[in-house]
């Protein structure tokens, strides 16, 4: 019984938190810039590259 309402209370918080990220990401949701600027030696080419390829909520960690 207990065990059953802990994975209940997991799954209510795990959808709360994707209902918030999903929540934030409309209210930022806007056209990805034409570039972005920065430092040479901490942001390369193609790292921009990476973040410009796809709609922001797409983009993985890696």
């Not at 019984?1 to 709360?16: C, F, H, K, Q, Y």
Request: hydrophobic residues 45%.
């Amino acid at each position: 019984m207990i065990e059953s309402m802990t994975i209940r209370s997991l799954a209510d918080a795990d959808a709360r938190l994707r209902g918030a990220v999903d929540a934030v990401y409309r209210v930022f949701a806007r056209r990805a810039p034409a570039r972005i600027d920065g430092c040479p030696c901490c942001i390369a080419g193609r790292d921009v590259d990476v973040l410009l390829s796809k709609p922001l909520p797409s983009l993985s960690g890696q």
